[in-house]
């Protein structure tokens, strides 16, 4: 089993800034697809960004694309998402999510933490 916990969202003003932390536990976290998704009250979840287990291949929807920034640190068990350039339609609740390449998707998640940017 994976357990993932997220970490660092709050209340920020437009334009503001956030980081956003995912610890994982296990020791298998380095093989991992790790992702960001996110929900808006009434809205579905939607992907924001995904990281390859080295790191090296990332994937962002376009809406945070030059705003967001995903990174792992794979000796930390720990992935972040960097939120620069907030706007009020990024408020949601933040998830992170891992795939374990096994081909059943992503199929360990987070709790999730609040984000809510506010104009």
């Known amino acids: 089993q994976v357990q993932l916990v997220e970490s660092g969202g709050g209340l920020v003003q437009v334009g503001g800034s956030l980081r956003l932390s995912c610890a994982a536990s296990g020791r298998a976290f380095s093989s991992y697809t ?55 339609e990024d408020t949601a609740v933040y998830y992170c999510a891992a795939d374990r390449n096994q081909g059943s998707g992503y199929d360990f998640w987070g709790q999730g933490t609040q984000v809510t940017v506010s104009s």
């Not at 990281?51 to 376009?62: A, E, T």
């Open 34 to 88: 790790m992702a960001w998704f996110r929900q808006a009250p009434g809205k579905e979840r939607e992907f924001v960004a995904a990281i390859k287990w080295s790191g090296g291949i990332r994937q962002y929807v376009d809406s945070v694309k030059g705003r967001f920034t995903i990174s792992r640190d794979n000796a930390k068990n720990t992935m972040y998402l960097q939120m620069n350039s907030l706007k009020p």
